[in-house]
């Protein structure tokens, strides 16, 4: 599964979308099939929504160096 961000411009403005999506095989094709929708985000909200459902986990808190 993996965040999937559709972007739409209305004029000079653009938004965001979020879903949350997993691919499966069906009869030989893949399809794209989705399981959550996330509403609008912002900007910012991406890289963190990214980083919460990547398989391999980012390290967001770095410990401090002794």
């Known amino acids: 599964m993996f965040i999937k961000i559709l972007k ?5 403005k653009i938004h965001y979308y979020a879903s949350l999506v997993e ?11 989705v399981k959550a929708y996330l509403g609008p985000v912002t900007e910012d909200q ?8 990547a398989k391999k986990k980012p ?8």
């Open 8 to 12: 739409k411009n209305y004029g000079k």
């Open 23 to 33: 691919n499966k095989r069906i009869d030989g094709q893949v399809k794209q099939i």
């Open 46 to 53: 991406i890289p963190y929504l990214k980083a919460a459902y």
């Open 59 to 66: 390290r967001l808190v770095y410990e401090e160096e002794k």
